[in-house]
């Protein structure tokens, strides 16, 4: 099971509450939301908004700064090999890109699907240099081809070890 909560050096990954998602379903901004957040992407992420789920999207926050959204696109199912996965997906404001909070945000849900045995996988435009630099740092190395959108499909190879460690 994934924390509601989970930490980092600098950020934390808190899931959204059921007001929140709403809220960014509407393009409403909070007190502590940068003044660009919600994006777009959020917004198409809160309709896989489900309370309660600790694979639903997340905030990305520095301080009392909510910068961006990282989570899940559902909770994990068996790929083909029968090996739990799960699809994630980031974004950040403009302001705070290039400073390695995406990588940090990452790694952070990265070591909880570690401990859960459970594989990941992203999509990314191939035009999105910057995300596929997040994915290579985050080890992020199966190219799986492309989807129906032309985006990349890559996966994070899972050892036999977390497999082992699933719980």
């Known amino acids: 099971m994934i924390p509601e909560v989970v930490t980092s050096e600098r950020l934390r990954l808190p ?46 926050v520095r301080g009392t700064t909510t910068l961006g959204s990282v989570g899940f696109f559902g909770p994990p199912e068996p790929a083909a090999d029968g090996v739990p996965e799960v699809e994630v997906g980031y974004g ?6 290039g400073w390695g909070f995406a990588t940090e945000a990452l790694r ?23 995300s596929i630099r997040v994915l290579a740092k985050c080890g992020f190395t199966e190219l799986r081809g492309s989807n129906e959108d032309g985006e990349l499909v890559m996966a994070r190879p899972i050892s036999l070890s977390d497999v082992g460690r699933r719980g």
């Open 92 to 97: 950040l404001v403009e302001e705070a890109r």
């Open 15 to 60: 899931i959204w509450t059921p007001e929140e998602a709403a809220d960014i379903r509407e393009g409403r901004r909070r007190e502590g939301w940068h003044r660009d957040y919600p994006r777009p992407d959020d917004r198409d992420a809160a309709t896989l908004y489900r309370a309660g789920d600790p694979w639903a999207p997340r905030h990305i």
């Open 108 to 130: 952070a849900l990265l070591a909880e699907t570690d401990r859960a045995g459970v594989r990941v996988r992203a999509s990314v435009e191939p035009a999105n240099s910057a």
